[in-house]
């Protein structure tokens, strides 16, 4: 029903940056909040930053000044802008969205991207 799409991920120095893309795409009413999560090798996955429909940001304490969340909403999208990569950010970053659908009646529904390898050598 609701598919979505990431990309951006790579290799990079400490000190480089990325730019990670998330759209969504299927039969969408609208979506409500859009977050990004991430998985460090043998961590448990955890929230980075969210960005809710009116806009409004919320980001993890190890990330804040360093990455930025913003979205378009005319193309269903989300981005991580990431600067400053440490070492730490290594791990597998994923796309998640709760979506009202353009004919369901079940509410807010959760979905979650494919996850996209972010690399980051010292």
């Known amino acids: 029903q609701v598919q979505l799409v990431e990309s951006g991920g790579g290799l990079v120095q400490a000190g480089g940056s990325l730019r990670l893309s998330c759209a969504a795409s299927g039969s969408i009413f609208s979506i409500n909040d859009m977050d990004w999560y991430r998985q460090p090798p043998g961590r448990q996955r955890e929230l980075v930053a969210k960005?809710?429909?009116?806009?409004?940001?919320n980001y993890s304490d190890s990330v804040k000044g360093r990455f930025t969340i913003s979205r378009d909403n005319t193309k269903n999208t989300v981005y991580l802008q990431m600067n400053s990569l440490k070492p730490a950010d290594t791990a597998l970053y994923y796309c998640h969205a709760t979506v009202l659908l353009l004919y369901g009646s079940q509410g807010l529904l959760n979905y979650w991207g494919q996850g996209t390898q972010v690399t980051v050598s010292s």
């Open positions: 960005i809710t429909s009116d806009g409004s940001t």
